[in-house]
């Protein structure tokens, strides 16, 4: 009997070496997989990193192609505007209000919009406003507006995408 247990036995043993032979094949195995996966991951992060870089640079360049093209034409007119050959003031003016509104379409289309006011109306606001003169009731073209009523705007604001681009210039109604 005690032969057949250390048949047995070896027969255990060299089944306990084949299994550890097995795991240690399968922990090299993942561990191989494990370095390959990560190498991968980084390899892929490299990729979309790239592609995000290129895809930038283009949408940039468009964006300035366009914006280039857009304001050739405007050069154009105030370099016309600029050279003196306007001597008609009315002529003159109407070359001014035509590049004022091509240069507000193309700001329009690149999508920023005037900050909206209601002169008379809204009260200053510094996120929207910059106040650039105060004036008193005698001066003011509202002079029954409360004070730090908008009264006029000097130069409009501007917003992009809801953002503030440019505040309005404005002027207040005094205390």
């Given at each position: 009997m005690p032969e057949r247990v250390g048949?047995?036995?070896?027969?255990?043993?060299?089944?306990?070496?084949?299994?550890?032979?097995?795991?240690?094949?399968?922990?090299?195995?993942?561990?191989?997989?494990?370095?390959?996966?990560?190498?991968?991951?980084?390899?892929?992060?490299?990729?979309?990193?790239?592609?995000?870089?290129?895809?930038?640079?283009?949408?940039?360049?468009?964006?300035?192609?366009?914006?280039?093209?857009?304001?050739?034409?405007?050069?154009?007119?105030?370099?016309?505007?600029?050279?003196?050959?306007?001597?008609?003031?009315?002529?003159?003016?109407?070359?001014?209000?035509?590049?004022?509104?091509?240069?507000?379409?193309?700001?329009?289309?690149?999508?920023?919009?005037?900050?909206?006011?209601?002169?008379?109306?809204?009260?200053?606001?510094?996120?929207?406003?910059?106040?650039?003169?105060?004036?008193?009731?005698?001066?003011?073209?509202?002079?029954?507006?409360?004070?730090?009523?908008?009264?006029?705007?000097?130069?409009?604001?501007?917003?992009?995408?809801?953002?503030?681009?440019t505040p309005a210039q404005v002027e207040?109604?005094?205390?």
């Open positions: 048949k047995r036995l070896d027969r255990i043993e060299r089944q306990l070496e084949e299994m550890v032979d097995d795991n240690t094949t399968l922990v090299a195995e993942l561990r191989r997989l494990e370095h390959t996966q990560r190498e991968a991951a980084e390899s892929a992060g490299h990729a979309v990193e790239r592609l995000r870089h290129d895809l930038e640079s283009r949408v940039v360049h468009t964006a300035l192609r366009d914006l280039c093209l857009e304001l050739i034409g405007p050069l154009a007119a105030m370099e016309a505007v600029a050279g003196g050959g306007l001597t008609d003031p009315a002529v003159a003016a109407g070359h001014l209000r035509s590049l004022a509104l091509t240069l507000r379409g193309l700001l329009g289309r690149m999508g920023a919009e005037v900050v909206p006011i209601v002169v008379g109306q809204d009260r200053y606001d510094p996120e929207r406003h910059h106040c650039v003169g105060v004036l008193t009731p005698a001066e003011s073209p509202f002079p029954q507006a409360p004070p730090h009523t908008v009264v006029r705007i000097v130069e409009d604001g501007y917003l992009l995408g809801r953002r503030q681009l207040i109604q005094a205390r």
